[in-house]
């Protein structure tokens, strides 16, 4: 993003367009009013689309957001053209939601859980007016749900600053070149660091704390659904992990018993692929084995799981890989407990900890339940 530190630019923006992402290739542009059959849409501005668009495609209700530019007078505008500031458009996402699920005012409450809606300079760390807040309405009812969800907002006093977030009518939209869609499920990591250097969650962590997403109904995120898992170059891997991780989860290595994070853990939530993300097991099936490792009965997501044969010493084992991220876990012996018999002795490196009090900010709602 354009007013980014030098430091963090190269580390994030320049990788983008080093990566061979940078190229203007764009989506076919289509009518801002066009409607799937039984879905509405919404269109909201704030800052940064790819933040906008993966924290909205979680909701319930939620059918599709596209990534795009609102506002402007320019037809059919580049990246590079709404990002100079020059054509008065909105860095924006198009929501298509089922309106018998939630409904638009829901979307509005939703959205200002997601921004500063007092900032009148940019969002975050990007400033001017391409990426200001706003909220632009396709018909009179839109608007009035909207100034009615605002009005709510500035009802609980959140905020000392005046809420300066516009609504107005909406002129025209333009989907974002591809590669800004799903930007946050194909590159992960930069996604990740970029949203933390820019402060988003802090800030809205420190302004809403544990009702973040209380009253919305969320679905898993990403890496729950065995559809979009993010795949990375060695290179880009190595940069990500610790030597440790990369050696165990990428060059078949085996770390030290009774000297790692999660052997003797014993906080409930659920453990998923360092690599990707993928959900693997839960504490509720963690046990001591007294092997000095991590040790589960049984996966929580067996269709995650990948077993192989294993010769590669003088006894022949069963390897346990991730089917996403492909990355070595550990070995499985038949030596467990009861019921199962198993022991899915998995390497701590490979492993990353959620506990059950952060399943709802990672998108893995679907598993609370679990530990009611």
């Known amino acids: 993003m354009k007013q980014l530190s030098i430091l963090f630019s190269i580390l994030v923006f320049l990788s983008i367009s080093l990566s061979g992402c940078g190229q203007y290739s764009k989506i076919p542009s289509s009518s801002s009013q066009t409607k799937t059959k039984g879905l509405e ?8 689309f790819w933040c906008m668009e993966s924290s909205i495609e979680h909701l319930k209700g939620v059918n599709a957001v596209i990534s795009g530019y609102a506002g402007g007078k320019e037809k059919n505008p580049t990246y590079k053209q709404v990002s100079s500031g020059a054509t008065g458009h909105r860095e ?3 929501v298509q939601f ?3 699920v939630i409904s638009y005012e829901e979307l509005v409450d939703y959205y200002w859980r997601l921004i500063d809606p007092t900032d009148a300079e940019g969002s975050f760390c990007d400033k001017g007016k391409q990426y200001t807040s706003a909220i ?14 605002k009005s709510k907002l500035e009802a609980l006093g959140k905020f000392s600053k005046p809420i300066v977030t516009s609504i107005i009518a909406l002129n025209n ?37 544990n009702n973040l997403y209380s009253n919305f109904n969320l679905k898993s995120q ?44 014993k906080k409930a939530g659920v453990y998923v692929d360092i690599v990707s993300g993928e959900v693997l097991f839960s504490s509720l099936d963690k046990f001591d084995s007294g092997t000095g490792w991590p040790s589960f009965s049984k996966p929580l997501k067996k269709e995650n799981i990948i077993e ?17 991220g492909d990355s070595h876990l550990g070995h499985v012996f038949p030596d467990g407990p009861k019921p199962t018999g198993l022991r899915y002795c998995m390497n701590s490196a490979s492993l990353r900890f959620i506990p059950k009090e952060n399943l709802v900010k990672e998108g893995l709602a679907e598993f609370e339940k679990l530990f009611e």
Do not use: I
Request: some cysteine; charged content about 35%.
């Open 41 to 48: 849409s919404a269109y909201f501005a704030g800052g940064c």
């Open 92 to 94: 924006s996402v198009k």
């Open 98 to 100: 089922d309106p018998k």
């Open 136 to 149: 632009f309405y396709t018909n009179e009812k839109q608007k009035r749900d909207a100034e009615h969800s």
């Open 173 to 209: 939209f333009y989907p974002a070149e591809d590669y800004h869609q799903d930007y946050y499920l194909k590159h992960q990591y930069k996604y990740k660091y970029y949203r933390y250097a820019c402060g988003r969650d802090q800030f809205l962590e420190k302004t809403w704390g």
């Open 222 to 265: 990403m890496n729950t659904n065995n559809e979009k898992y993010n795949q990375m170059g060695k290179e880009e891997l190595k940069k990500k992990l610790t030597p440790l991780q990369y050696k165990v989860t990428q060059e078949d290595g085996t770390e030290s018993p009774f000297n790692n994070e999660y052997w003797d853990n």
């Open 308 to 324: 192989k044969e294993d010769n590669s010493l003088f006894s022949k084992r069963t390897e346990v890989r991730s089917k996403h």
